[in-house]
């Protein structure tokens, strides 16, 4: 099996190991955690929006498990999100 195989499929697993181990709920609750701590502590609104950033956009993506389906359907559309786009467009450029 050639090495760049080998490498790719230890990658897959990790990133699926970290997909399942992590549900939406909790990776939210850790960025609005650490967001927060930036901005109320430090002062620092760029690295709090970049915390956030990742996690925006993991809302485009279609759910591929129960949980993230069930995350989806409560919070997808909301205006938090739709505050949130227009925050991200203006102050981080694609």
Same mark, same amino acid.
């Given at each position: ?34 967001? /927060?701590?930036?901005?109320? *502590?430090?002062? *620092? ?22 949980? @993230?389906?069930?995350?989806? @359907?409560?919070? /997808?559309?909301?205006?938090?999100? /739709? ?10 450029? /694609?």
């Amino acid at each position: 099996m050639p090495k760049s195989s080998l490498l790719d499929q230890a990658i897959l697993v990790s990133e699926e190991l970290i997909r399942v181990a992590i549900t939406e709920f909790e990776a939210w609750h850790e960025a609005i955690d650490d967001s /927060s701590r930036l901005f109320f *502590n430090e002062g *620092n609104i760029e690295a709090m929006l970049k915390t956030l950033y990742p996690l925006h956009l993991s809302l485009r993506k279609p759910p591929e498990t129960t949980l @993230q389906t069930t995350f989806m @359907q409560t919070y /997808s559309g909301t205006h938090y999100q /739709s505050a949130l786009s227009s925050v991200f467009v203006i102050l981080i450029p /694609s």
